[in-house]
């Protein structure tokens, strides 16, 4: 539904941030808010959290629109054919590519999977389009200098990233992080710091680098999310209206932007409601499913299979909880051995993926059992990770 303004449409200038846009009958506006305290902030605050210790939304608010998506078909086939919706000027775009990945249409169990091929990205992941995001923003605001704590994937994409701008960027990692990741990292000129200790630690040690530095985590940075929200518009650019998307939880970022994507395509008037959101969990990293479900207390496997969200206590948790639960999904809980069926039906398929992005399917799997999906459903499955980012694991099952 269309919100209400009290400015006039203007034409498009290169202002301050709480600008109006209005290019084919979109018109949008930005700020930054803390959902804790209200405060609200300009786009360009070199801040990465509330003065209040809590994190940071990005707040758009945009004007329905039914034919944007016939004005962007002539448009780049990346995620930035969409920089209308996305909180970056397009002079600073630090750009290699990333987006516009394929979509597989695989009709299995009397349903219908839509498997989007993130793993196409330029780095292996569709951590790339939060990173592209982020590195633009920070590059537009004057920033030269940052401190990044990742398991692998958004390290990679984040050293990419800075690369590409100009941007020092130092990886803080576990020590036991898996070694074609942080290989990555390196291969991009980034400086690789290996932490002893938990994952805790690991952000705890890259906090107070960030003291000399900017802090550019992607578990707290609202512009991460904003990128990956691109993934919702493809997807119904490519296909149209899903019923429901199954997405890994690791930090959130994934399940949030996407979340918020298609909340924007509600604004704008493209759908008629929001497609339910699941996420999924491994054992002993179930934070946001005992939100939801009080009570519970799985077991932490003896294995971490699923690197990627391995995350013990993600900074948004209460609101990736809240954000599924108002679309009327859940969390799924899978183990090992779920994941490494999924794993190997997904290769059956020829799609080669890491073990978290197989978390998806063996998350359908068991949405399917328990009658949750029904027959016919068109479900979004985003396949996170390309599996050679996994290979010392993957080798390991195969024996």
Request: proline share 5%; aromatic share 10%; net charge positive.
């Amino acid at each position: 539904m269309a919100r209400s303004y009290t400015s006039k449409r203007a034409p498009i200038k290169d202002v301050n941030i709480n600008f109006f846009l209005y290019v084919y009958r979109i018109m949008a506006s930005f700020k930054l808010l803390c959902s804790k305290c209200k405060r609200e902030y300009p786009i360009e605050s070199k801040i990465w959290k509330c003065y209040c210790g809590n994190f940071l939304d990005i707040s758009i608010h945009i004007e329905e629109s039914t034919d944007y998506f016939e004005q962007v078909k002539s448009r780049i086939h990346t995620m930035w054919r969409y920089w209308e919706l996305l909180p970056v000027s397009r002079k600073c775009l630090i750009s290699i590519g990333e987006g516009w990945t394929p979509i597989i249409k695989k009709n299995y169990r009397n349903t219908v999977l839509l498997l989007k091929l993130e793993y196409l990205n330029p780095t292996g992941s569709f951590k790339d389009r939060g990173a592209s995001t982020l590195i633009s923003h920070l590059a537009s605001i004057g920033i030269k200098d940052i401190v990044e704590d990742s398991s692998g994937n958004a390290g990679a994409a984040i050293a990419a990233y800075s690369a590409a701008a100009g941007i020092k960027c130092r990886i803080y990692v576990p020590e036991k992080a898996p070694h074609p990741k942080v290989l990555q990292i390196k291969s991009y000129g980034a400086d690789v710091i290996q932490v002893s200790g938990d994952r805790a630690h690991v952000h705890n040690e890259a906090l107070k680098a960030a003291e000399k530095s900017f802090y550019a985590g992607h578990l707290w940075s609202p512009f991460f999310i904003e990128g990956l929200k691109t993934i919702a518009y493809e997807s119904f650019e490519q296909f149209g209206d899903v019923d429901s998307l199954i997405v890994p939880i690791g930090s959130g970022g994934l399940a949030l932007g996407i979340y918020k994507g298609f909340r924007d395509l509600l604004e704008i008037g493209a759908i008629k409601q929001m497609p339910r959101i699941y996420g999924v969990q491994a054992e002993g990293f179930t934070t946001v499913y005992e939100i939801l479900h009080p009570g519970y207390r799985g077991e932490k496997p003896s294995k971490i299979l699923a690197d990627g969200i391995a995350v013990p206590n993600p900074p948004r948790r209460y609101q990736i909880a809240y954000r599924l639960k108002e679309t009327h999904g859940d969390i799924v809980v899978v183990n090992n051995r779920e994941i490494i069926e999924a794993l190997y039906r997904l290769a059956r398929w020829g799609l080669f993926v890491e073990p978290t992005s197989a978390t998806a399917l063996a998350a359908f799997e068991k949405l399917k059992e328990n009658n949750i999906i029904e027959r016919g459903e068109r479900i979004l499955l985003p396949l996170t990770g390309f599996g050679l980012k996994a290979i010392d694991k993957i080798s390991n099952l195969l024996g």
